[in-house]
Nanobody
Framework: VQLQASGGGLLQAGGSLRLSCAAS????????MGWFRQAPGKEREFVST????????NYAASVNGRFTISRDNARNTVYLQMNSLKPEDTAVYYC????????????WGQGTKVTVSS
C-alpha cells in the first residue's frame, strides 16, 4: 500500500488542523492505520491508531482529548483532526499502515510538517 499524507502547515497555538492520508494499492480495510510524529531532535512517537473498521481508536496521552483520528474506507483515507494545538505539537506527522496480524507498521507515508507558533 502507498500512503500520501497532506494537510500540514504553520499556525498559531490554539488553532486547528486536519491531516489526511490517502492510501492506494491493496484493499484499505486490510490495514490498521496510525499516525506518528517526529519533532526536531527527538525520536518518532506514536500519536494515534484506528482499527480497520474505524470502531476502535487509541491515542497518546499527550494528544488525548485534543486529536481525533477517523477513517473513510470508501475514500481510502485516514484523517487526524488536531484541535487546541500547542507549540509542542510541532513535528513532522507520518501516517502508517499495518495488517492486523503484524505488530509493526510496515508501510509509511512521506510525512507532512506541522508547525505551531506560540
Amino acid at each position: 500500500v502507498q500512503l500520501q499524507a497532506s494537510g500540514g502547515g504553520l499556525l498559531q497555538a490554539g488553532g486547528s488542523l486536519r491531516l489526511s492520508c490517502a492510501a492506494s494499492g491493496r484493499t484499505f480495510t486490510t490495514y490498521v492505520m496510525g499516525w506518528f510524529r517526529q519533532a526536531p531532535g527527538k525520536e518518532r512517537e506514536f500519536v494515534s491508531t484506528i482499527s480497520r473498521s474505524g470502531g476502535s481508536t487509541n491515542y497518546a496521552a499527550s494528544v488525548n482529548g485534543r486529536f481525533t483520528i477517523s477513517r473513510d474506507n470508501a475514500r481510502n483515507t485516514v484523517y487526524l483532526q488536531m484541535n487546541s494545538l500547542k507549540p509542542e505539537d510541532t513535528a513532522v506527522y507520518y501516517c502508517a499502515a499495518r495488517t492486523s496480524k503484524s505488530v509493526e507498521y510496515d508501510y509509511w507515508g512521506q510525512g507532512t510538517k506541522v508547525t505551531v507558533s506560540s
